[in-house]
C-alpha cells in the first residue's frame, strides 16, 4: 500500500529574490564554503505551502530530488464497521454529501460514536530524532534532548515539553460555552467534531495513551556542495531566540532534509524498534523540517510534518517541534505542527478519506479532496493552552461537517471549526 502524504509545510517568498542561493564563504577557520550554511535573504518571508505527492513512490527519489451507509442527522458519525486495512482500532461509515449529492466512505481511528460510549486507547510511542547534517568537515546536529534556554526557557528541551503537552496531557475544554470534557487536545477535537453523538456518549472518546518512549535516535544526511546532498543548514534572518553557538541547536539555524530520506530512515527506525503494528509512533524533530526535491533550493521546503502508513499497514507521524514561537514561521510554535498531524492521523489514517473537492484556503493553494483536518487552517492556532509553567500553540483544526458541507453542522455549536475561525462549510465544489 502506498503512503499518502499529510504535509504541514512552508515556502519562502522573496522580495525580488531568487530561488538560488549561494553557500557561504569559508571563515577563514580551516571550513571551506562547503562546511558552511546557506544564508537566508534578508526580507524573506516563510509562510505555508501544501506540497504533493506520495512519499518515495510518485515523488521523484534519485540523485539530489526527494516526498456508503447513513448519516445520523446528515452528519458523518452513523453506519458502523471497522478498519480492515489497518491493524489500529478503526472504525468506518459513509455519507452523502448535499453539496453533489455523492456518497463518500471514510475511515477513522477509535470507535464509531454513534454506537460507542467508551474511550479507546491507543498504542503510543514518541521517538527522539537528532538529525547530524555532515558537511565535509563540521556536523551540525537538530536535537529535541538537549536543553535551548533562551528558546524554550530554563532547562527545557523539545522532547520533555511534547510529552508535558495538551497532546498527551489532558486539559478542560470549553468551545463557545459548551463543555465538550477534560481530554488530550486531539481527543477534545474529535469529541467536538462529532458532538451529537458525543453529547449523548458522553464517555466517548480516542486517546493517545499508554505512552512509551525510546532513546534517542540519531539519523545522518549528507550536506554541503559535494556529493549526494540529502540535506542542508539554512541561517535565518531577523531576530531569533537562541543563544547556542555551537554545532547544536545554533541559534538562528534550520535544518532541511530531503523528505525521502527522512522517510527511508524512520521505516527503518519502526522496524528496529519493534514497533507494534496496532501503535502509533511519532517522531519528532526539533527546529528541523524537510524538503520535497533538492534542500539547496529553497522552493522546495519546508514540510514541518507529515503522517504515513507503510505497506504492512503500520500509520505513523513525523513532526517538528518549532522552539522559535511564531517568528521562523507564521502561525508555527511548538506543537503546532504535531497537533496538525495527529488529529490528520486520528481522522484519515490512511490518507485516502475522500471528501467533495475544496481548496484554496490555509496551506491549499489549488483544490484537493480528502479529510485532512489541518491543512485549510494551517498557521491558525487555537488559543494557546498554558500547561506545567509553559504555554503550547496548538493549531485550530476542521470538522469534518465543514468538508462534506453539512448544514447545520453536527460538531459543538454547529461549528465548522473548533475555533470557529469557520462559520461555513467549505463552499462550491473546488475547480
Not at 454506537?115 to 556536523?139: D, E, M
Not at 524498534?273 to 524538503?291: E, K
Amino acid at each position: 500500500m502506498k503512503k499518502w502524504l499529510s504535509v504541514f509545510g512552508v515556502a519562502a517568498i522573496f522580495a525580488a529574490a531568487p530561488l538560488a542561493f549561494a553557500q557561504g564563504q569559508g571563515n577563514g577557520q580551516g571550513q571551506s564554503k562547503d562546511d558552511l550554511p546557506i544564508q537566508i535573504p534578508y526580507g524573506t518571508h516563510l509562510t505555508q505551502k501544501h506540497a504533493h505527492g506520495q512519499i518515495g513512490e510518485e515523488l521523484n527519489t534519485s540523485g539530489n530530488d526527494s516526498k456508503s451507509g447513513n448519516s445520523s442527522k446528515g452528519h458523518p458519525g452513523g453506519g458502523g464497521g471497522g478498519g480492515g486495512s489497518t491493524p489500529l482500532q478503526t472504525w468506518s461509515a459513509t455519507v452523502q454529501s448535499p453539496i453533489d449529492g455523492n456518497f463518500y466512505t471514510y475511515t477513522m481511528v477509535g470507535q464509531n460514536p454513534a454506537t460507542s460510549n467508551t474511550s479507546t486507547p491507543i498504542a503510543t510511542y514518541l521517538i527522539p530524532v537528532r538529525l547530524n547534517f555532515q558537511y565535509r568537515t563540521t556536523t551540525y546536529s537538530f536535537d529535541p534532548t538537549v536543553s535551548d534556554p533562551s528558546c524554550l526557557g530554563g532547562s527545557n528541551d523539545a522532547f520533555d515539553l511534547t510529552k508535558a503537552s495538551p497532546i498527551f496531557q489532558p486539559s478542560d475544554y470549553n468551545l463557545g460555552g459548551t463543555p465538550v470534557g477534560t481530554a488530550q487536545y486531539v481527543d477534545a477535537f474529535q469529541r467536538a467534531n462529532f458532538w451529537s453523538e458525543v453529547s449523548v456518549n458522553t464517555l466517548y472518546g480516542t486517546e493517545l495513551a499508554l505512552l512509551t518512549t525510546k532513546p534517542l535516535q540519531t539519523v545522518t544526511v549528507s550536506s554541503g556542495n559535494t556529493g549526494l546532498v540529502n540535506g542542508t543548514v539554512y541561517v535565518l534572518s531577523g531576530t531569533q531566540c537562541g543563544s547556542s553557538t555551537g554545532n547544536t541547536n545554533h541559534a538562528g539555524y534550520i535544518g532541511v532534509a530531503n523528505i525521502n530520506s527522512i522517510d527511508s530512515a524512520v521505516h527503518s527506525l519502526i522496524t528496529q524498534l519493534g514497533i507494534p503494528s496496532n501503535a502509533f509512533p511519532i517522531f519528532l524533530l526539533y527546529n528541523a523540517v524537510m524538503s520535497e526535491g533538492s534542500p539547496t533550493n529553497l522552493g522546495n521546503c519546508c514540510v514541518l510534518g507529515y503522517h504515513g502508513v507503510t505497506s504492512t499497514g503500520q500509520t505513523y507521524g513525523v513532526a517538528e517541534f518549532e522552539g522559535r514561537d511564531n517568528t521562523a514561521f507564521s502561525g508555527v510554535a511548538d506543537i503546532t505542527a504535531l497537533s496538525h498531524e495527529v488529529a490528520e492521523w486520528m481522522d484519515d489514517p490512511l490518507g485516502n478519506n475522500p471528501t467533495p473537492a475544496w481548496g484554496h484556503v490555509g496551506q491549499v493553494s489549488n483544490c484537493q479532496g480528502n479529510l485532512e483536518v489541518g491543512d485549510p487552517l494551517s498557521g491558525t492556532q487555537f488559543p494557546a493552552i498554558n500547561m506545567g509553567g509553559f504555554t503550547y500553540h496548538p493549531q485550530e483544526l476542521a470538522f469534518a461537517s465543514w468538508f462534506y458541507r453539512f448544514a447545520p453542522s453536527g460538531s459543538v455549536n454547529g461549528w465548522y471549526s473548533n475555533n470557529n475561525t469557520f462559520t461555513q462549510d467549505a463552499g462550491a465544489v473546488c475547480h
